[in-house]
T-cell receptor, first 113, second 112 residues
Framework: NAGVTQTPKFRVLKTGQSMTLLCAQD?????MYWYRQDPGMGLRLIHY???????AKGEVPDGYNVSRLKKQNFLLGLESAAPSQTSVYFC????????????FGPGTRLTVT | SQQGEEDPQALSIQEGENATMNCSYK?????LQWYRQNSGRGLVHLIL?????REKHSGRLRVTLDTSKKSSSLLITASRAADTASYFC????????????FGRGTSLIVHP
């Protein structure tokens, strides 16, 4: 099993450009999450999903949209990138939300200039 | 949200020494998880302790939980250079707030 994979690994955007980050998991997990990690800030939850076709806002959802059209995929979109969105983005999945350990992807390093 | 706060923020020790990291949280929990993050990598789950457990072991890891003090500790015994990483606790709240929330972590450096 590949576990949780993220595409792309690195990306540089100009302010105002859009992009989509793809997260895929092959563990048949119901729950999926998007986090961002900034220096000194820890991980902050952007959006999450408790099942196919569902999404919910996390701690810092502004400027991002998500979709979960297939159980194994969770997409994170930036419609109009801003320098404040320069960060490392991590996707995670878990079997169940409560008491379920999370499996993380390797991360996507995004720079917005 | 239920967020853990790790302490200390940074810890530097010599190989062979024990490393202790602490986590505090504010509301009742269902369980508490510890994760490790090597530089530039995603987080890796280490151990989960449930709210009705007081201590749990996994290899060189020992986790304690004191729900009356709303705190947990992670002890790494006989540390190795390969233990160098950031460590995060993730309390999972009781009563519906089941999304684990991560604090800023403890950065551990183990000198060979």
């Amino acid at each position: 099993n590949a576990g949780v994979t993220q595409t792309p690994k690195f990306r540089v955007l100009k302010t105002g450009q859009s992009m989509t980050l793809l997260c895929a998991q092959d563990m048949n997990h119901e729950y999926m999450y998007w986090y961002r990690q900034d220096p000194g800030m820890g991980l902050r939850l952007i959006h999450y999903s408790v099942g196919e076709g569902t999404t919910a806002k996390g701690e810092v959802p502004d400027g991002y949209n998500v979709s979960r059209l297939k159980k194994q995929n969770f997409l994170l979109g930036l419609e109009s990138a801003a320098p404040s969105q320069t960060s490392v983005y991590f996707c995670a999945s878990s079997m169940i939300g409560q008491s379920g350990e999370q499996y993380f992807g390797p991360g996507t390093r995004l720079t917005v200039t | 949200s239920q967020q853990g706060e790790e302490d200390p923020q940074a810890l530097s020790i010599q190989e062979g020494e024990n490393a202790t990291m602490n986590c505090s949280y504010k509301t009742s929990i269902n369980n508490l998880q510890w994760y490790r993050q090597n530089s530039g990598r995603g987080l890796v789950h280490l151990i989960l302790i449930r709210s009705n457990e007081r201590e749990k072991h996994s290899g060189r890891l020992r986790v304690t939980l004191d729900t009356s003090k709303k705190s947990s500790s992670l002890l790494i015994t006989a540390s190795r250079a390969a233990d160098t990483a950031s460590y995060f606790c993730a309390p999972t709240g009781a009563g519906g707030s089941y999304i684990p929330t991560f604090g800023r972590g403890t950065s551990l450096i183990v000198h060979p």
